[in-house]
């Protein structure tokens, strides 16, 4: 699900080239108001998503309201590093070098410049972990991949949640 029908449809026509249009169904939505029902969904997973929620916490409620009880959410998402040398190398990267090479490969001056702005912006680690047992889900963690650069978090809608 996807709240831009262009990414939708970049995203169909994967699915087509792979033969997998029959098996995997693409839907134009908002995470902040999902059109399933209530006790839905065994799990959902967002990669790389949760950070451009309009309302974050809105759209984790929608999703803990679509879960089952018992059911797991997975979130692969950007992170900053928090280990010197790394989180200097990868500050450097990620606000000089890639705008640079955004603006200079596709000619517009704001490429490249919303990603690091998201991802500064975005409430990771144990403040995300945070925002996810404030929504309700329980048996909260987050694990760091490559240095810290993104994370994997999980939560679990309780099994007595209503």
């Not at 799990?43 to 759209?59: K, M, P, T």
């Not at 999703?63 to 928090?82: A, H, M, Q, T, W």
């Not at 987050?142 to 679990?156: A, D, K």
Request: with cysteine; proline share 6%; net charge neutral.
């Amino acid at each position: 699900m996807d709240i831009s029908e262009g990414m939708l449809a970049f995203g169909r026509e994967k699915l087509r080239h792979r033969g997998l249009q029959a098996q995997i169904d693409l839907q134009t939505g908002d995470s902040e108001n999902l059109h399933f029902a209530d006790n839905y969904f065994d799990a959902v997973i967002v990669s790389f998503g949760v950070r451009n929620f309009e309302n974050l916490e809105l759209g984790l409620a929608s999703i803990y309201r679509v879960l089952k009880p018992g059911g797991d959410l997975l979130v692969l998402e950007f992170s900053r590093p928090r280990q010197a040398p790394f989180r200097q190398l990868y500050n450097f990267y990620f606000k000089q070098v890639l705008p640079w090479l955004g603006r200079n490969i596709s000619k517009d001056p704001a490429a490249y410049t919303y990603l690091p702005e998201s991802v500064s912006a975005f409430p990771d680690g144990p403040d995300f972990v945070k925002i996810l047992e404030k929504i309700g889900f329980c048996d909260t963690q987050c694990r760091p991949l490559t240095f810290g650069i993104s994370s994997i978090y999980q939560g679990r809608k309780p099994v007595y949640a209503h």
